[in-house]
């Protein structure tokens, strides 16, 4: 499966809702799987529980669902918006990762 074919199925199970509606759905469905996500890493690291990979799983799951909702409602599609992140990617961090690259920002240019 690739990105579209995801984006389009994911997007079957979207309920309707007018444009704003829609947005503010995703964003807030993103925060609160995001928190899920955090939740158990939270368990793990803090509580010294075993990572429960299968839920861990589940909520990148549902982090990826909303993204594809999200990029719907924009207009987007995850594959762009997924090439354009590593084009960025790419030009903040020229060969690999560095904290030097990190904080310099080759990406963003000098009036931002």
Same mark, same amino acid.
Request: proline share 3%; net charge negative.
């Given at each position: 499966?690739? *990105?579209?074919?995801? &984006?389009? /199925?994911?997007?079957?199970? +979207?309920? #309707?809702l007018p444009h704003r509606d829609a947005l503010a759905h995703a ?17 793990? *690291?803090?509580?010294? &529980?075993? /990572?429960?990979?299968?839920? +861990?799983? #589940? ?36 060969e690999s990762y560095s904290d030097y690259h990190a904080k310099a ?8």
């Amino acid at each position: 499966m690739n *990105l579209a074919e995801y &984006q389009s /199925l994911a997007n079957r199970t +979207a309920k #309707e809702l007018p444009h704003r509606d829609a947005l503010a759905h995703a964003a807030m469905g993103l925060a609160g799987e995001a928190g899920e996500f955090s939740d158990a890493i939270k368990k793990h *690291l803090i509580y010294g &529980q075993p /990572l429960d990979f299968a839920n +861990a799983r #589940e909520e990148l799951g549902d982090i990826l669902w909303y993204c594809a909702l999200a990029a719907n409602v924009l207009g987007f599609s995850l594959e762009t918006v997924a090439r354009m992140n590593l084009e960025k990617l790419a030009a903040r961090y020229p060969e690999s990762y560095s904290d030097y690259h990190a904080k310099a920002r080759l990406d963003k240019s000098d009036e931002n």
